[in-house]
Nanobody, 123 residues
Framework: QVQLVESGGGLVQAGGSLRLSCAAS????????MGWFRQAPGKEREFVAR????????YYADSVKGRFTMSRDYSKNTVYLQMNSLKPEDTAVYYC????????????????WGQGTQVTVSS
């Protein structure tokens, strides 16, 4: 069993920054991927970013590439999503998730999910 707890969401003006955190506990993650997804009201959940826990390689959706950076801290079993140059269209509930597939980028490939944290970007 894996537990994921997100934090760091909030209200920010367009052009501002936020850093989301996702603390993981339970099983070990040496060969896993951890991802961030988001869901805006009335829209489907979409992939945002992924990091392989072991190697640390990252992959981003085109919509956030160059603005968002995902990283991980082994000692804290935590991943982060640094979000810069935020836009109103980034407004959504952000979820972190764990997948046993290193290159997972689709929601169905992820087994465990956090409860989500709200990010609101005002114009």
């Amino acid at each position: 069993q894996v537990q994921l707890v997100e934090s760091g969401g909030g209200l920010v003006q367009a052009g501002g920054s936020l850093r989301l955190s996702c603390a993981a506990s339970g099983r070990t993650f040496s060969s896993y991927a951890m991802g961030w997804f988001r869901q805006a009201p009335g829209k489907e959940r979409e992939f945002v970013a992924r990091i392989t826990w072991g190697g640390g390689s990252t992959y981003y959706a085109d919509s956030v590439k160059g603005r968002f950076t995902m990283s991980r801290d082994y000692s804290k079993n935590t991943v982060y999503l640094q979000m810069n140059s935020l836009k109103p269209e980034d407004t959504a509930v952000y979820y972190c998730a764990v997948s046993p597939r290193r290159l997972a980028s689709r929601g169905y490939e992820y087994e465990y999910w956090g409860q989500g944290t709200q990010v609101t970007v005002s114009s």
